[in-house]
């Protein structure tokens, strides 16, 4: 079956990102077969879980996306495939790129195609201030300044030291910028400033979703973010911790955040946290293989084991976690 031909393949009206998100905006894998194509099946079972268990959201081509390894028109299909099965979701598309050029013409095709906006990261170049909002300033212009558009703030991944003034300047000099996807650590501070910049009247308010694979979002919620933005395997979790955050159940949201901390630690590690997550995805029954597109690491046989040592640990806690036994 094409995706023309797919039952939900024409999405409803497209609703533009504001900054009034909020909730659980799982980022996506994507889904790849043993040979390195694209699994469509996959991508279809992901969006219809992710709008299952409460997301009121989807990112996919975000950090973890694989995106780099997809050509152009790969990453057309993707995003199209995922904003016309999760036709009730928002989506933001991950449109980082080297030049302006490729950036435009992903952006393009997205919102064409019915997302919701874009995400963008700072080039590892940066290093000013100035050097940053200018970037951000020459990508509006290049992407057009009626896109809506998320700031990705990762500085142990992309190297750029974004302050709580820059950001405030890039919000204050760019309408169209909608959300702060927060992944500095330590960043605590930083949502407090600026929520802070927000109650004196000096930024207007966007929305603040984190990532970092959630390991702080408990204290996150509390100093003010609107929920998550990351791809921890386990999404119907983060939506809890969420909900349960903003209905004030404080010990209740720690309670079940601090039984998957474990293996939220292990699958956020530098270099093989992709391949835990797409494992963990396919002991779900979510993706129908693990597989990354080269150059990718692969989980080792005692990695394996670990992760299935720590679902043993979580299902005490959670029942979501007692998956099927898998073979040795």
């Not at 079956?1 to 996506?28: C, E, F, K, S």
């Not at 279809?44 to 050509?71: I, N």
């Not at 911790?241 to 956020?268: C, N, W």
Request: net charge neutral; glycine share 8%; charged share 25%.
């Amino acid at each position: 079956m094409t995706m023309d031909q797919h039952p939900q393949a024409h999405p409803g009206p497209v609703r533009r990102l504001t900054a009034d998100a909020n909730g659980v905006y799982p980022i996506a894998p994507t889904p790849f077969r043993g040979d390195g194509s694209i699994d469509d099946a996959s991508i279809d079972r992901l969006a219809d879980f992710y709008a299952a268990c409460g997301s009121t959201g989807l990112t996919v081509l975000g950090q973890l996306g694989e995106a780099p390894k997809l050509e152009h028109a790969e990453s057309v299909a993707v995003a199209t495939r995922f904003i016309r099965r999760a036709a009730s979701l928002p989506v933001i598309v991950g449109v980082s790129a080297p030049g302006f050029a490729a950036m435009r013409a992903l952006t393009h095709d997205a919102m064409d195609r019915g997302a919701a906006g874009v995400m963008i990261a700072p080039p590892n170049t940066l290093r000013t201030d100035d050097q940053i909002a200018g970037y951000y300033r020459q990508a509006v212009e290049a992407i057009g300044a009626d896109v809506p558009f998320v700031v990705q703030d990762y500085p142990l991944t992309f190297t750029v030291q974004m302050t709580p003034s820059v950001i405030r300047r890039i919000v204050t000099e760019n309408p169209s910028c909608a959300m702060l996807k927060h992944e500095d650590w330590p960043g605590l501070e930083k949502i407090s400033t600026l929520r802070g910049h927000q109650r004196d009247g000096s930024m207007r308010r966007i929305a603040i979703l984190t990532g970092n694979n959630g390991l702080f979002l408990d204290y996150e919620m509390e100093r003010g973010a609107d929920g998550a933005n990351t791809g921890y395997a386990f999404p119907d979790m983060l939506c809890d911790v969420v909900r349960l955050s903003t209905a004030g159940r404080r010990e209740e949201a720690h309670d079940l955040f601090d039984a998957h901390l474990p293996l939220l630690r292990y699958e956020q590690q530098p270099g093989v946290g992709l391949a835990v997550r797409k494992y963990l995805l396919m002991r779900r029954g979510l993706l129908a293989c693990d597989a990354q597109r080269r150059p990718a690491a692969a989980l080792s046989t005692r990695a394996r084991a670990e992760v299935e040592h720590l679902l043993g640990r979580l299902a005490r806690r959670d029942p979501r976690a007692a998956l099927p036994e898998v073979s040795p």
